[in-house]
C-alpha cells in the first residue's frame, strides 16, 4: 500500500521540520531519510522539499549555510532555529487534534 499523497501535502513543513529536530541536514539525505522511514512508501519531490525549504526559511523556521565538503559538490545545510522548534511542537499538536477528529468522524457508529 502506498502513502497517499493528498494525505501528507499539507504536513510537508513539519516532516522536514522533524528531519532537522535530529541534526542539520541537506536536502537529498533529508529526503533519503523520508524513504528509508517509510520503507520506500513516500518521498518528496525536489520541487516540493526546495519550496518548503524557502518556505521555512523566510518565516524564520530554519536557517541554511554552505557546508565545506573537501570531496565532491559543496551542500546546502539546513538548521531549526527556536522559532521552528515552537513551530514543529504546534504543528504536531494540530495534526493529533486533526487525527482525533477524522477518527471520530469516519469511525463506525455503534449500534448500526
Not at 9 to 37: V, W
Not at 39 to 59: H, P, V
Not at 91 to 102: F, P, T
Request: proline fraction near 2%; glycine fraction near 8%.
Amino acid at each position: 500500500m502506498s502513502i497517499a499523497s493528498d494525505m501528507i501535502r499539507g504536513h510537508t513543513d513539519t516532516i522536514i521540520l522533524a528531519q532537522l529536530m535530529h541534526s542539520d541536514s541537506y536536502g537529498y539525505q533529508i529526503n533519503r531519510a523520508i524513504q528509508e522511514k517509510t520503507r520506500g512508501q513516500y518521498e518528496l519531490k525536489e520541487a516540493t522539499l526546495y519550496t518548503a525549504f524557502r518556505r521555512l526559511e523566510q518565516t524564520g523556521c530554519i536557517t541554511s549555510y554552505w557546508g565545506d565538503e573537501n570531496t565532491g559538490a559543496r551542500r546546502r545545510y539546513y538548521s531549526i532555529t527556536p522559532q521552528g522548534m515552537e513551530a514543529y511542537y504546534r504543528m504536531v499538536a494540530e495534526w493529533e487534534q486533526s487525527k482525533q477528529l477524522i477518527q471520530t468522524l469516519i469511525a463506525p457508529e455503534s449500534g448500526t
